[in-house]
T-cell receptor, first 113, second 114 residues
Framework: AQSVSQHNHHVILSEAASLELGCNYS??????LFWYVQYPGQHLQLLLK??????LVKGIKGFEAEFIKSKFSFNLRKPSVQWSDTAEYFC???????????FGKGTTLSVSS | EPEVTQTPSHQVTQMGQEVILRCVPI?????FYWYRQILGQKVEFLVS????????KSEIFDDQFSVERPDGSNFTLKIRSTKLEDSAMYFC????????????FGPGTRLTVL
């Protein structure tokens, strides 16, 4: 069964620092990978997704992720974080039928100004 | 921008009581989902629903749970006899199609079972 694992539970950064959050997925055939963000008090929002094509995917708010097939990784990056990026970040994949998302445990990002 | 809405935002109930959580998916979406997140744990899939029937359910979604689309706009999750361990945040989501098409999530209902 598909699964994703996120290595970092809590990341603390200063503003303008670079960000990389790790995500590894188990291969189950079709690749559908997502990063969602949940800002404090808000709902889950899609940052970006990958299913085929260019392995470097650009999302909203300056985020990007790189799909590396050989490493089974889909890490999220941002060159310079802002205080407003403080949130919980979830990596997710879809099951084979595409009918369900399977989430990682999430990474809490705290950015100090 | 259209959004998924959920009511109530917080529901407190006694163990053994029935609860109904309500969701209004985005209007042109065809697939509907429920997820839950127990405090401190990952978001877990419960059920997906398409064309007035369940298309997928997880092992969490046992006989105590049911879903319904009672009219053209609402999508509900019913828990027949709540247990303490049902306390969680319940998220509704909807999409126009299957993955990789994205799912759009509502703000969640926090269910507290006493």
């Amino acid at each position: 069964a598909q699964s994703v694992s996120q290595h970092n539970h809590h990341v603390i950064l200063s503003e303008a620092a670079s960000l990389e959050l790790g995500c590894n997925y188990s291969y189950g055939g079709t690749v559908n990978l997502f990063w969602y963000v949940q800002y404090p008090g808000q709902h889950l929002q899609l940052l970006l997704k990958y299913f085929s094509g260019d392995p470097l995917v650009k999302g909203i708010k300056g985020f990007e992720a790189e799909f590396i097939k050989s490493k089974f990784s889909f890490n999220l990056r941002k060159p310079s974080v802002q205080w407003s990026d403080t949130a919980e970040y979830f990596c997710a994949t879809a099951n084979q039928a595409g009918t369900a998302l399977i989430f990682g445990k999430g990474t809490t990002l705290s950015v100090s100004s | 921008e259209p959004e998924v809405t959920q009511t109530p935002s917080h529901q407190v109930t006694q163990m053994g009581q029935e609860v109904i959580l309500r969701c209004v998916p985005i209007s042109n979406h065809l697939y509907f989902y429920w997820y839950r997140q127990i405090l401190g744990q990952k978001v877990e899939f419960l059920v997906s629903f398409y064309n007035n029937e369940i298309s997928e359910k997880s092992e969490i979604f046992d006989d105590q749970f049911s879903v319904e689309r009672p009219d053209g706009s609402n999508f509900t999750l019913k828990i027949r006899s709540t247990k303490l361990e049902d306390s969680a945040m319940y998220f509704c989501a909807s999409s126009t199609g299957l993955a990789p098409l994205p799912q759009f999530f509502g703000p969640g209902t926090r269910l507290t079972v006493l």
